[in-house]
């Protein structure tokens, strides 16, 4: 009788499924149809060509193509067996280089120098500033002065949007003598792709391993890999999914010296993009999950160290974000449209995570009623991004800029029928292929 009564609900959730995965695809469309047929007024006022991507049409091949489409062919056929067999260290260990391999792959679809090694070369990048920083605690101190513009000193774009997290990070790149956009786009891909591995990790602490191993076929074909190479962002989702995945390791040990890491990282995350505040929900979420809050004041005294650390070296979190949201309307934020963006940011979002995780998000709400720990982590990352999109502080470029929330989400295919992975997986990989060889991204 139960298995009689499973046939149903089965099919309520696949008709679910493609109802959720019409509605993003109308979505999508729309956001690309609707520029192009307003008025070119309007259509300028977006500030973005490919709207919702940022970036312009260009349809092209490149050295990374025929590696793209053998990787993806890959992972689609042998992906899911083989994160069902191998061993826990060694799927960690193959998830990170299947992913730098596909992510470095969708970059070099636009060519070494345009698709990777010069990307971190537009004056309005970090590395534009890093020569002029020659004493890392003046710049601290005077970090908040230069971030409004129209001034002689103002920082450039990106060092300007950020706290000084960010900007130090490329410092201290080039101080040990990493110095150079090959160097830092190298240093963000490899460190942007161990996000793959902390998310298998946060769901192994969580109790669900085998969520784990049914996800990290679709985490290494992330569509979210052509922002990954190259982009800060990268480096920043990285941070943030091993401060959730130490948390997490942190809440089953009951260990206060991992508590404290991850709130350390918790702090470093918040110094390198204001908007990843939001992050405080996934890690409730990872408590919640783990049915503890004894790690929660050890992590937000390892946090408030990191607080201390940047107040007493002259930088003070809330200054700098009010300058940031008056920097933010200084700029092109005012013209652009937030009637258009508000649902653009989501359809790009659609663009970052893929049809498949949108079919299987409608899968989330059974799991969360039932207390499944990667759909209450997976719920929290939605929230983060509703509510980073209501706030209107993010018109566009949010397919990089929340990279760090969607990661999670690129995780819930885990809840998709197995049967049903290498449809799926092929899903994934033809919309990313399709995406890298019509438009030339900015990031």
């Known amino acids: 009788m139960h298995d009689l009564d499973q046939i149903p609900r089965e099919r309520t959730a696949r008709r679910a499924e493609l109802v959720a995965v019409g509605a993003a695809i109308v979505l999508v469309a729309a956001a690309f149809i609707v520029p192009r047929i307003a008025g070119e007024q309007w259509r300028l006022s977006l500030y973005a060509a490919a709207a919702p991507i940022f970036g312009s049409w260009l349809p092209h091949i490149g050295w990374g193509t025929v590696p793209a489409i053998v990787l993806a062919a890959a992972v689609v056929v042998a992906g899911p067996a083989a994160a069902a067999r191998l061993s826990w260290p060694r799927l960690l260990v193959t998830g990170y280089v299947a992913a730098v391999g596909w992510a470095l792959s969708l970059a070099l679809v636009d060519g070494w120098r345009r698709g990777f090694a010069e990307r971190f070369t537009d004056p309005n990048e970090y590395l534009h500033e890093v020569p002029g920083v020659t004493d890392i605690p003046a710049m601290l101190r005077?970090?908040?002065?230069?971030?409004?513009?129209f001034q002689p000193d103002s920082w450039t774009t990106h060092v300007s949007g950020h706290p000084p997290g960010a900007l130090l990070f490329f410092v201290l790149l080039d101080r040990v003598g990493l110095g150079g956009p090959t160097p830092a786009a190298l240093a963000c891909l490899l460190i942007g792709c161990s996000a793959i591995p902390a998310v298998a990790v946060a769901f192994d602490a969580l109790g669900v391993r085998e969520h784990a191993r049914a996800a990290l076929p679709y985490l290494v074909l992330a569509p979210a890999a052509l922002w990954i190479a190259v982009s800060a962002d990268a480096m920043f989702m990285a941070v943030a999914a091993w401060a959730v995945a130490i948390l997490a390791v942190a809440?089953?040990?009951?260990?206060?010296?991992l508590a404290v890491a991850a709130g350390v990282l918790f702090g470093l995350t918040v110094f390198l993009n204001y908007g990843l505040v939001l992050m405080a929900l996934p890690a409730v979420a990872v408590l919640i999950a783990g049915k503890t809050m004894r790690p929660l004041g050890y992590a937000l005294a390892g946090a408030a160290a990191v607080v201390a650390?940047?107040?007493?070296?002259?930088?003070?979190w809330l200054d700098g974000y009010h300058l940031v949201v008056e920097r933010y309307y200084q700029g092109?934020?005012?013209?652009?449209?937030?009637?258009?963006?508000w649902w653009?940011?989501?359809a790009a979002t659609v663009c970052a995570i893929g049809l498949a995780s949108v079919a299987a998000l409608t899968r989330v709400p059974a799991r969360l009623r039932a207390g499944d720990?990667?759909?209450?982590?997976?719920?929290?990352?939605?929230?983060?991004?509703?509510?980073a999109d209501a706030s209107g502080l993010s018109k566009a470029e949010t397919e990089r800029i929340w990279l760090p929330f969607d990661i999670w989400l690129l995780a819930a295919p885990a809840f998709l029928p197995r049967p049903a992975a290498r449809i799926w997986l092929t899903v994934q990989a033809a919309g990313t292929l399709l995406l890298v060889h019509l438009l030339l991204t900015n990031w």
Do not use: E, H, M, Q
């Open 142 to 149: 005077g970090f908040a002065d230069r971030i409004l513009d």
């Open 251 to 257: 809440a089953r040990r009951a260990s206060a010296p």
């Open 309 to 316: 650390a940047f107040a007493l070296a002259g930088f003070w």
């Open 332 to 341: 092109i934020a005012t013209t652009r449209p937030f009637a258009y963006w």
């Open 344 to 346: 653009g940011n989501l």
């Open 373 to 387: 720990p990667a759909a209450i982590l997976i719920t929290a990352a939605l929230c983060a991004v509703l509510l």
